[in-house]
């Protein structure tokens, strides 16, 4: 049985301040239900949610770290580092690290693995762009990103990653893909998995679909049989759009 995992990304958005206001009102609105959930907050803000989401079922993830255990990299923050404020997930090979920051499959793969000698639950993004959507090439695309972040992990850490298939060209676009192709593309990387490890364990991993998702197309996309859960991006922000979106 996979559980239902929707889980807000706020990207390079709100301040300390802002985050606490967001996380004193979410928690009185969310209640522990069959669906996880989970805030992928800028670094500055994850103290402050871990501490005011504790007990509350309500998990905190970061949106990316370095694979280094530590080292002469500016700017760049550790997974010990995380593990220490306490986080649950992190956030790995997003496509706007991918397109704005030079992160390849390579050192997303990197990344998995240092987050898997952790106990932080690493959250994989993969899609294709517009190009090659257009192309026909979206299953070449994305299963071959699959293969390649998950080279070399073996079937015990496979099963804690999580998937999130977000097509570029549905990102902050307002254009969601159809809940038929998501399921597609989600059943294109559950099939993936299974030809790289076997079908029992593909079966466990949860394989979430991002991109423009809101509270009006949620139960659509929720309802499909191959997605999993949701990474939600714009909608995420506002708490009441968070928790309709839970509550699909
Ligand atoms: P969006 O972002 O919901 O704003 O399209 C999704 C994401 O980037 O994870």
Redesign the pocket.
């Known amino acids: 049985m996979r559980i239902p995992f929707i889980a807000g990304?706020w990207?390079m958005y709100k301040t300390i301040a802002q985050a606490r206001a967001f996380a004193d009102e979410f928690k009185n609105l969310y209640h522990d239900t069959d669906v996880k959930t989970a805030i992928f907050a800028p670094y500055t803000q994850l103290e402050t949610l871990v501490e005011a989401f504790k007990g509350s079922g309500i998990g905190v993830g970061a949106q990316n770290v370095h694979f280094a255990k530590e080292g002469a990299y500016t700017g760049e923050v550790s997974v010990a580092m995380l593990e220490e404020i306490g986080v649950d997930y992190c956030l790995v090979g997003?496509?706007?690290r991918r397109q704005y920051f030079a992160e390849t499959d390579e050192s997303v793969n990197l990344k998995l693995k240092a987050l898997l000698e952790s106990k932080i639950l690493p959250v994989v993004?993969v899609g294709e762009n517009l190009e090659e959507r257009e192309a026909g090439k979206e299953e070449v695309i994305v299963s071959g990103q699959i293969r390649a972040d998950f080279d070399g992990i073996c079937e015990a850490d496979a099963e804690k990653i999580v998937v999130?298939y977000?097509p570029v060209w549905?990102?902050?676009?307002g254009k969601t893909a159809t809940p038929e192709q998501a399921n597609q593309m989600c059943k294109c990387i559950r099939e993936t998995l299974a030809d790289i490890y076997d079908e029992e364990t593909a079966d466990k991993i949860i394989i979430q679909y991002?991109?423009?998702?809101k509270p009006e197309n949620a139960t659509e996309i929720m309802n499909m049989e191959e997605i999993d859960g949701a990474?939600?991006?714009?909608?995420?922000l506002e708490p009441l759009k968070f928790i309709e979106i839970i509550n699909f």
């Open positions: 990304n990207k997003h496509s706007e993004c999130a977000e549905a990102i902050g676009t991002g991109g423009s998702v990474l939600v991006g714009g909608a995420s």
